[in-house]
């Protein structure tokens, strides 16, 4: 018969699997709310980082850390001068919470368990495969689903300035609303390519990464987005050159 540990960890592997895809498809789906998607992200090595009670652990410092924190400190003085002290200092608070957030979470991913990261990672791969084929669908239409949606559910329509109304429903958005899902999806990208790699072998992993890349590609340059662009074409000829110089 199972045990109640064997349980607590199919129920702590659910868990993190359910926190982990969300955060991505939010992510992809939904950028404005990225502060808070990192927040919902964070949860799983946070939480592994508490329960393991290594407190030398989580507060070592780092060159990164003292370096964000030397900036924190900037920002925090420099918002003395701030036409709106309450905007300003609300904005570095966040600042700081976001540092603290991330710093915990880099540290508990090195003590969450080999079986809970190599599924965070496998939910964070398909997640991201699942978002970038979404987003090639919706440039490719002319975001036939979200029109859709809007159509359906009047209360998720964006101000009317992006879009245009015909007898009710929604017949065109403006194609600038998913420039922000297209610096998410190069955010997420080659991250996601250095997984595929750590999770299969070289083969499967070269046609897999190949096909993200691929659809990713289409997504963005169909998109018009030019910053994206951009960033997409300058990181793979990094990508390039590294691999030459190697």
Request: hydrophobic share 60%; aromatic share 8%; charged share 10%.
């Amino acid at each position: 018969a199972a045990t109640p540990m064997y349980h607590a960890a199919r129920r702590d592997l659910a868990i993190s699997t359910i926190l982990t895809a969300a955060a991505v498809a939010a992510f992809l789906l939904a950028p404005r709310g990225a502060q808070f998607e990192l927040l919902l992200l964070a949860i799983v090595p946070i939480a592994t980082l508490v329960r393991a009670g290594d407190a030398a652990t989580a507060l070592a410092r780092t060159p990164l850390l003292v370096a964000c924190a030397a900036f924190g400190l900037y920002i925090t003085i420099n918002a003395a001068w701030s036409v709106n002290h309450a905007e300003a200092y609300g904005k570095v608070l966040f600042y700081w919470v976001l540092l603290v957030t991330a710093h915990l979470a880099i540290t508990g991913i090195g003590v969450v368990g080999d079986e809970i990261l190599a599924r965070l990672q496998k939910t964070i791969v398909l997640a991201v495969m699942a978002g970038a084929m979404f987003l090639a669908v919706e440039v490719l239409t002319d975001q036939a689903i979200r029109r859709f949606l809007f159509s359906l559910l009047p209360f998720m329509r964006p101000p009317s300035k992006h879009t245009t109304i015909v007898d009710g429903e929604v017949a065109a958005i403006g194609p600038y609303i998913l420039n922000r899902n297209m610096a998410a999806l190069c955010l997420v990208l080659w991250p996601v390519l250095l997984m595929l790699r750590t999770l299969l072998d070289a083969r499967r992993a070269l046609i897999a990464g190949i096909a993200l890349a691929a659809v990713s590609l289409i997504a963005v340059l169909r998109s018009g987005h030019e910053t994206s662009v951009l960033a997409l074409l300058f990181s793979v000829a990094a990508f390039a050159g590294m691999m030459l110089a190697a």
